[in-house]
DNA sequence: GTTATTGTATTAGGCACTTAGTACAATAAT
DNA sequence: ATTATTGTACTAAGTGCCTAATACAATAAC
């Protein structure tokens, strides 16, 4: 998944929610060691100072350990990990069902809404 | 539906984006007239200028005239309105699906968890 | 031991958003 | 005819975001 980022929001709190994600779905496994601020920076087209605080955003999370000059990392509990993407994943559902509910669909008008967004694009 | 708004995002852009669902889902009908300015947003509790600008977005978008002194009026054209429906349907599903790929998450997973929300939330 | 790397902190400036206050022209309401 | 309403425009100030540039301490790498 390359870098999303829109105009519309803050960039720091995209690039943290687009790590936590990478981070939940197993790009950045539980221990491993994350790339330099610097690095992320560089690859997102961002300054240094907005990944750091998209980074700070993470620790707040408990997704990642800042370990000074050893660099950061992706926290060792996995079940952590799990429990924000299962998380992450009701959240997501919700807003959905709740922004199809407010343009006045039904629910079944939102499953058939998905399975023509699915055979539409693969 | 009462005003949703965060801090993480332009109070105009949300202000415009919950009056075009309110329109789109019949709130509002075709043709009818809108509230004041002021009044809209007295009720939101924003400035009228930012209350200003999120109707003038709604213009651009088609969704409604302006009269001047005569007030601010839903567009008569009913198509151009479920087609703003439908549209606004499909980015929202889009990026329900997106976000659940994102996560590591299978499209059976996704219909779990549709299920499982809405067993929760009657 | 020396050097490079890493996270972190600081300052400054530009920019968009929001609020507050005021004002004006056109017209609906009386 | 007079008044109130409505959309619109303008300026000023405060705030947060983002970038740029720089700096420092700790430690990994050599």
Redesign the interface.
């Given at each position: 998944?390359e870098w999303k980022l829109t105009d519309?929001?803050?960039i720091w709190?995209q690039l943290s929610e687009q790590m936590a994600?990478r981070i939940?779905?197993?790009q950045y496994p539980p221990g491993s060691k994350l790339p330099p601020v610097r690095e992320l920076a560089a690859d997102a087209g961002v300054n240094p100072n907005t990944m750091q605080r998209a980074l700070a955003q993470l620790e707040s999370d408990g997704l990642a350990v800042s370990n000074r000059t050893a660099g950061r990392a992706v926290t060792e509990d996995a079940a952590a990990i799990e429990s924000v993407?299962r998380t992450?994943?009701?959240r997501?559902?919700?807003e959905?069902?709740s922004?199809?509910a407010?343009?006045?669909?039904t629910?079944e008008?939102?499953?058939a809404?998905?399975k023509?967004?699915?055979d539409t694009?693969g």
């Open positions: 998944m519309d929001r803050p709190m994600r939940v779905a197993g993407r992450m994943a009701r997501i559902t919700k959905f069902l922004a199809i407010d343009l006045g669909y629910r008008d939102a499953l809404l998905l023509e967004e699915e694009h």
